[in-house]
T-cell receptor, first 114, second 112 residues
Framework: DTGVSQDPRHKITKRGQNVTFRCDPI?????LYWYRQTLGQGPEFLTY????????KSRLLSDRFSAERPKGSFSTLEIQRTEQGDSAMYLC????????????FGQGTRLTVV | LAKTTQPISMDSYEGQEVNITCSHN???????ITWYQQFPSQGPRFIIQ???TKVTNEVASLFIPADRKSSTLSLPRVSLSDTAVYYC?????????????FGTGTRLQVTL
């Protein structure tokens, strides 16, 4: 297994455009998380799936943000009508359900909104 | 969620032992202490996790006193490649939900 994979690694988009990021977790992991990280800050939790169920989405930053995990495998994070403030690193992590098992992070997608 | 406090930055010379202390005064009975390491332009990487006393692995040691209100990550004989941001987290497993709450971390700079 090659770990958590995120695509693309970098994305530059114009303000107002929609963007979609993909995350492929470690294959046997049933939990998947999305985080956002801005410069100088720690990662900020956005949303979380267990299998295909989105168990928490209250921390998504606005209704422009949405995430899916249709078959309990890969996940997508979409940002509609991007704004300059959306520029950040978007990180995906996965883990296996169990008491305090470690989360494995991907290398992230760096979004720049111009 | 228990809040953590750790130094913003630390400097060390190569070959020295580095101890990073984290305070978590409001830690709950079911909480674990977890440390992650992050290099620039990469996602965080799990280092070590503990509940009480001492935990050691091939990378680091974690010391947790009896009251669990603080913890210390110990990195033996650091090298230049240990330059990174280190995050202390308190992890709570409630039902089926578990998420990591990161602070701003400790930026460790190792020099020759």
């Amino acid at each position: 297994d090659t770990g958590v994979s995120q695509d693309p690694r970098h994305k530059i988009t114009k303000r107002g455009q929609n963007v979609t990021f993909r995350c492929d977790p470690i294959s046997e992991h049933n939990r998947l998380y999305w985080y956002r990280q801005t410069l100088g800050q720690g990662p900020e939790f956005l949303t979380y799936f267990q299998n295909e169920a989105q168990l928490e989405k209250s921390r998504l930053l606005s209704d422009r943000f949405s995430a899916e995990r249709p078959k309990g495998s890969f996940s997508t994070l979409e940002i509609q009508r991007t704004e300059q403030g959306d520029s950040a690193m978007y990180l995906c992590a996965s883990s296996y359900h169990g008491t305090n098992t470690e989360a494995f992070f991907g290398q992230g997608t760096r979004l720049t909104v111009v | 969620l228990a809040k953590t406090t750790q130094p913003i930055s630390m400097d060390s010379y190569e070959g020295q032992e580095v101890n990073i202390t984290c305070s978590h005064n409001n830690i709950a009975t079911n909480d674990y202490i977890t440390w992650y390491q992050q290099f620039p332009s990469q996602g965080p990487r799990f280092i070590i996790q503990g509940y009480k006393t001492k935990v050691t692995n091939e990378v680091a040691s974690l010391f947790i006193p009896a009251d669990r209100k603080s913890s210390t990550l110990s990195l033996p004989r650091v090298s230049l490649s240990d330059t990174a941001v280190y995050y202390c987290l308190v992890v709570t497993e409630t039902g089926t939900a578990s998420k990591l709450t990161f602070g701003t971390g400790t930026r460790l700079q190792v020099t020759l």
